[in-house]
């Protein structure tokens, strides 16, 4: 059984940081790329990062830019959120996603077949 697990979310200030790290089980993650994702109330859910299966290579949403830093550690099936100089409109809840391939700009939720049940982050203003 395929499993992701978040953690790591919680309620910050604006300007603060939190880290997110998402630990995946009964698959080889090492083989494709993994995904963050969040969606706000009232709001699709959207593309945050992703990196590809190696970690040599990441992509970012325009709005996180410069301020999220997506990792991975494939020794130990886990993938990262660093989020800096955080916002309220960062506020959301934030989803880890294995796509269903190992390289590529995975920005669209269809690419991704196992999800995590998402972790909330807060940022108070």
């Known amino acids: 059984q395929v499993q992701l697990v978040e953690s790591g979310g919680g309620l910050v200030q604006a300007g603060g940081s939190l880290r997110l790290s998402c630990a995946g089980s009964?698959?080889?993650?090492?083989?494709?790329?993994m995904g963050w994702f969040r969606q706000a109330p009232g709001k699709e859910r959207e593309f945050v990062a992703v990196?590809?299966?190696?970690?040599?290579?990441?992509y970012y949403a325009d709005s996180v830019k410069g301020r999220f830093t997506i990792s991975r550690d494939n020794a130990k099936n886990t993938v990262y959120l660093q989020m800096n100089s955080l916002k309220p409109e960062d506020t959301a809840v934030y989803y880890c996603?294995?796509?269903?391939?190992?390289?590529?700009?995975?920005?669209?939720?269809?690419?991704?077949?196992?999800w995590g049940q998402g972790t909330q982050v807060t940022v108070s203003s």
């Open positions: 990196i590809l299966w190696n970690g040599a290579v990441t």
């Open positions: 996603a294995s796509s269903k391939y190992g390289d590529g700009r995975r920005v669209h939720g269809s690419e991704y077949d196992y």
């Open positions: 009964g698959r080889t993650f090492s083989m494709y790329a």
